[in-house]
């Protein structure tokens, strides 16, 4: 059975620092991971996506790699805001006829002025 | 942002009485995903659609039924509420499952007393 988790659970970081959220998977047989944001009492807003052949994504100040053969990806924050602060979830979507995303629990960012 | 709408966005019924949610999304993906969220749980899947009339259970679907008879509808109904079944209740959609990015709605925050 898959297991996605993150670690931390929270973090907390002065503005302008760069910053490493990581996501580490028990099964290397994916399809694709997903990074998403979640504000506080809000839906899950998409990321960025990294197809199981692909090493990295970029956007603006966010990349995010993936190591499938370690089970692992990262999401790196360069400079970061204060409107960065919000819970980060990474999901991974198994191979083998699954068709949900399996999900970690997240890690809560704060960025401090 | 993707076309995703979510009816209603706050409900509080009573236990043993029926409730359906309803999601709604412009986008036609053939994927549609009811997920709740709780604390200490994190995601988690309660059924799925991968076509009109084509559905099937998640991880939690015990208490819960679905219906799609429409592309664009998936309906999420609690039979007889539980106080467990409170919970915010989101759905997802994505088009091609291997892919594509899912997206999600803004949730449902359903109190069960």
């Known amino acids: 059975k898959q297991e996605v988790t993150q670690i931390p659970a929270a973090l907390s970081v002065p503005e302008g620092e760069n910053l490493v959220l990581n996501c580490s998977f028990t099964?290397?047989?994916?399809?694709?991971l997903q990074w998403f944001r979640q504000d506080p009492g809000k839906g899950l807003t998409s990321l960025l996506l990294?197809?199981?052949?692909?090493r990295e994504q970029t956007s603006g100040r966010l990349n995010a790699s993936l190591d499938k053969s370690s089970g692992r990806s990262t999401l790196y924050i360069a400079a970061s805001q204060p409107g960065d602060s919000a819970t980060y979830l990474c999901a991974v979507r198994p191979q083998g006829g699954s068709e949900k995303l399996v999900f970690g629990k997240g890690t809560k960012l704060t960025v401090n002025p | 942002d993707a076309g995703i709408t979510q009816s209603p966005r706050h409900k509080v019924t009573e236990t043993g009485t029926p409730v359906t949610l309803r999601c709604h999304q412009t986008e036609n993906h053939r994927y549609m995903y009811w997920y709740r969220q709780d604390p200490g749980h994190g995601l988690r899947l309660i059924h799925y659609s991968y076509g009109v009339k084509d559905t099937d259970k998640g991880e939690v679907s015990d208490g819960y039924s679905v219906s799609r008879s429409k592309t664009e509808d998936f309906l999420l109904t609690l039979e007889s509420a539980t106080s467990s079944q409170t919970s915010v209740y989101f759905c997802?959609?994505?088009?091609?499952?291997?892919?594509?990015?899912?997206?999600f709605g803004q949730g449902t925050r359903l109190t069960v007393v």
């Open positions: 990294i197809q199981s052949s692909q």
């Open positions: 099964d290397s047989a994916i399809y694709n």
């Open positions: 997802a959609i994505s088009d091609l499952v291997r892919n594509t990015e899912a997206f």
